[in-house]
């Protein structure tokens, strides 16, 4: 496994759901870890995969440069 470290993060949310928050990490801190990691990861795929499939695009002005193929899945 890849090394970890802390973060500290701040998010606004309506009163009801914050406090469930809290619960949740009061009594299951893991889920919530777990939970903001596959959101993290999966965001980092789509944009990834997003980017594969701009490079397959035809170019859309005869003008703009052809973008290179330098994103390969790793």
Partial sequence: MTAS?????????PCELADEVERVLRTEPEFVE??????????????RLRGLRALH?????PLEPPLESSLELT
């Fill in 5 to 13: 470290r802390s973060v500290n993060i701040t998010v606004n949310l």
């Fill in 34 to 47: 777990q939970l903001l990691t596959y959101g993290i990861v999966r965001r980092a795929v789509f944009a």
């Fill in 57 to 61: 695009r035809p170019s859309t002005s």
